[in-house]
């Protein structure tokens, strides 16, 4: 099945091919506590540029989850010494952001590298710390920065084998929720086909199980204890849950685990607006947005310098947990009384 390309998009494809010639070290990074949309598409890239003669590596800021081990070759996550490997490779690709600040601690080694840097990714947050220069291919209408990566493959026609359509699968599944949230175009339900049905033999089923059924029991705990501090406000449609300051240690849980729990204040009838605090081992406490209908959450997100998808955004603020709550849900209930139901 052929995907039409954007105009577009060849060209950024084609601008990141010229930099990618045989033989370099490639750096390949995505945000803090990856997704699935970030570990497919640098372990998609990985294959892709492997087999092309360059030589990759995977340095994320924080390690990859595992239930996304199954898709992660031998030797390629490196993130162990991932600053090393920034600094000494030819080129930086840094996908799924292009805010150099959610980097976290890699940010300052992003900034010493000596060659180009490359950026893939589909977000509508505008950048607080702008990426040095290079390459881009930014699409904000992506559903993932996985379809972009296709995208990049396509134009160049660069081999999709099944290693690379396993991991490009996974991006889109995760980062559309199964193909349940807004962000499922028509697009990437045709690229989604091509993977499934170029003769590269994935099972969905088996991704599917790998990616969303292979929980451990402190997953399920956690969510347990999370959902029980759930509060409602019907008159707005406002609910929101918070993470116990220990209840990841407790439960021996990673922040990965949280992923998907705000899904469930959001599926409250009459909810617009789902909120998840949680604090960060900085001491900053992270707040996740997801909405429904007209609510944007991205541009309550930019409120406290945040950003991400009108349907799904995050921040992270300093503070108490308690100023913090206070600061957003005040804002939160402004946000939607702006924005009556239906309107």
Known sequence: MTVPIPPDRVRGAQEIAAVLTPGRKVALTTHVNADGDGVGSEVALWHLLTARRLAPVIGNPTPIPSRFDFLVPSGADRSDRAAKEIEAADVVVVLDISDLSRLGDLASAVKKTRGPTVCIDHHVSPPRGAMPGGPRLIAPEASATAELVFDLATALTWELTPEVARALYVGILTDTGAF??????????????????????????SIYESVYASAPEGRIRLTAE??????????????????????????????????????????????????????????????????????????????????????????????????????????????????????
């Open 180 to 205: 349940r949230f807004a962000n499922t175009t028509p697009r990437v339900l045709q690229v989604a086909s091509a993977l499934l049905g170029g003769g590269q033999g994935l099972d969905p089923e």
């Open 226 to 343: 999370v959902l029980q501090t759930l509060v409602v406000e019907p008159d707005v449609g406002l609910a929101w849950v918070t993470v116990p300051p220990d209840a990841l240690a407790r439960h021996g849980a990673t922040p990965d685990d949280l992923d998907g729990i705000v899904e469930f204040p959001r599926s409250i009838a009459g909810v617009r607006l789902a909120l998840l605090f949680r604090q960060l081992a900085n001491g900053r406490i992270k707040v996740s947005f997801r909405s429904l209908g007209n609510v944007d959450s991205a541009a309550l997100a930019h409120e406290f310098a945040g950003g991400g998808h009108r349907k799904a955004a995050g921040a992270s603020l300093e503070g108490s947990l308690a100023t913090v709550q206070q600061r957003v849900l005040d804002a939160a209930r402004r946000h939607l009384r702006l924005q009556p139901a239906g309107s």
